[in-house]
């Protein structure tokens, strides 16, 4: 997971989660709100109607005209009741008629009661107040009751729930388009630095050239300083080997001429050896190794070039060769590596087959993977342990050092790959090679 996505969705979580509990928390503040706002709505009309009411001798008596419209509205969803200490009704409002409001409270002087009511179709809310009502000698016990349902209530409530969270989400949006800006912004660098070891992986640049923030500006000049390290070792290495090997080739060059003229066979061999060794010490100076940092060599290009010098080499024998290499495969690494895998393989096919060579090279998980067949007599199973080793030749009678495998076998043992020796369908040899 990239870093910018990671930085997003930790704060698309931290954002949906404030938002969350900001939502929760204005909208219990508003349902909060807006029942004290319904609760004193409710008092002030159980005032008004309190102080319309009379009580005498005769009983309670009530205006004819009620004192708010809703109240002489039928089912207008707001009810008035006056009630004795038995809980009997003496006297209700108009918008009582045809509606089924819940049963009016029954209260003690003094008390107050505020509270919630369900009922199968409907919900309420209902305010009441006991009065000890007295006239001359006599008191009279009542109980004040407004109630309203909250089919209102309940619509304020949708309502403000839909514009609260149509804004929070909008709101929302836009700090997640901001922040996707502003992250994309803050690491551009880091995606430069990306590019550019990409160019460098290719071979495209050398180092890292561009300039980065502080924050990652040491970071760039390790990686600058690590390549040129890593360049100069390896050059090193090979120097000094190149350097020990042409060393020995030249006194031993000396004393080859100088033996020539004894005619010591023994001593001939043995220095004949000692050129093979310095040969193969030449060659793993060259090999490069496995690298993820270098141009991408094209496969069958560089087949097609090294085929075109075996033709000529070998024009009397009439090669016919079968070439299947994907034109999009590709090879990273150093391509003198590469050349001399495919020249050793090559050769020795051209030079053992008897009409004709198959070449297959496809992308594997571990790298690519090149096989060569010839039609040739083949190998012993037996020889090929023997053959992989430096200096032993299959044919003594063919010329050659008979490090050419050996050659091999060292190049894909430093690109960490392997090599198989196998009998080809046609009977000769196939070889297959992994790096």
């Known amino acids: 997971m990239s870093l910018n996505l990671r930085i997003i969705l930790s704060?698309?979580?931290?954002?949906?989660?404030?938002?969350?509990?900001?939502?929760?928390?204005?909208?219990?503040?508003?349902?909060?709100?807006?029942?004290?706002?319904?609760?004193?709505?409710?008092?002030?009309?159980?005032?008004?109607?309190?102080?319309?009411?009379?009580?005498?001798?005769?009983?309670?008596?009530?205006p004819s005209n009620e004192l708010d419209a809703l109240l002489g509205l039928p089912s207008s969803g707001v009810y008035a009741f006056v009630t004795d200490q038995t809980g009997q009704a003496l006297w209700q409002s108009s918008s009582a008629l045809g509606a089924k409001p819940p049963q009016p409270a029954t209260l003690e002087g003094g008390e107050k009661k505020f509270k919630k009511i369900k009922t199968e179709?409907?919900?309420?809310?209902?305010?009441?107040?006991?009065?000890?009502?007295?006239?001359?000698?006599?008191?009279?016990?009542?109980?004040?009751?407004?109630?309203?349902?909250?089919?209102?209530?309940?619509?304020?409530?949708?309502?403000?729930?839909?514009?609260?969270?149509?804004?929070?989400?909008?709101?929302?949006?836009?700090?997640?388009?901001?922040?996707?800006?502003?992250?994309?912004?803050?690491?551009?660098?880091?995606?430069?630095v990306g590019a550019e070891l990409s160019l460098i992986e290719s071979g495209e640049r050398k180092k890292i050239q561009d300039a980065y923030p502080l924050e990652i500006e040491r970071l760039t000049s390790n990686i600058n300083i690590l390549l040129e390290q890593e360049r100069e070792q390896k050059t090193r290495y090979r120097n000094a080997l190149g350097d020990l090997a042409h060393s020995l080739k030249t006194p031993l060059a000396v004393l080859q001429s100088g033996l020539s003229k004894t005619a010591d066979d023994s001593a001939q061999e043995q220095i004949t050896r000692m050129n093979s060794i310095v040969?193969?010490?030449?060659?793993?100076?060259?090999?490069?190794?496995?690298?993820?940092?270098?141009?991408?060599?094209?496969?069958?290009?560089?087949?097609?070039?090294?085929?075109?010098?075996?033709?000529?080499?070998?024009?009397?024998?009439?090669?016919?060769?079968?070439?299947?290499?994907?034109?999009?495969?590709?090879?990273?690494?150093?391509?003198?590596?590469?050349?001399?895998?495919?020249?050793?393989?090559?050769?020795?096919?051209?030079?053992?087959a008897d009409k004709s060579v198959e070449i297959k090279s496809v992308k594997t998980d571990k790298g690519i993977r090149i096989a060569v067949n010839d039609d040739g007599p083949g190998i012993a199973r037996d020889r090929i342990d023997e053959l992989l080793q430096r200096g032993v030749r299959a044919d003594q009678t063919t010329p050659g050092h008979g490090i050419g495998l050996s050659i091999v076998k060292n190049i894909v043992q430093a690109y960490h790959g392997s090599i198989e020796i196998n009998k080809s369908q046609s009977g000769g040899a196939q070889v297959v090679v992994t790096l």
Not at 144 to 164: A, V, W
Request: glycine letters at 4%; hydrophobic letters at 50%.
């Open 121 to 192: 179709n409907n919900a309420y809310y209902t305010f009441a107040y006991g009065v000890d009502w007295s006239t001359g000698t006599k008191a009279t016990s009542l109980t004040f009751n407004i109630t309203t349902d909250l089919k209102s209530f309940d619509k304020q409530i949708i309502e403000y729930r839909t514009t609260l969270w149509s804004w929070l989400v909008a709101m929302a949006l836009l700090l997640l388009v901001s922040q996707m800006i502003i992250l994309r912004w803050g690491l551009s660098p880091l995606r430069k």
């Open 11 to 62: 704060a698309t979580l931290v954002l949906i989660t404030f938002i969350t509990l900001t939502a929760v928390t204005l909208d219990r503040a508003f349902i909060d709100s807006t029942e004290s706002a319904l609760r004193d709505k409710l008092t002030s009309q159980l005032y008004a109607l309190m102080a319309a009411a009379e009580v005498d001798d005769e009983g309670l008596l009530m």
């Open 279 to 352: 040969e193969y010490q030449l060659q793993r100076a060259a090999t490069a190794g496995a690298a993820n940092i270098g141009k991408s060599i094209d496969v069958k290009l560089l087949v097609d070039r090294m085929l075109e010098s075996l033709y000529k080499v070998y024009r009397d024998k009439n090669i016919t060769v079968d070439l299947a290499i994907d034109t999009a495969l590709v090879f990273k690494g150093d391509e003198g590596d590469l050349m001399e895998v495919l020249g050793n393989l090559l050769d020795n096919a051209f030079k053992w």
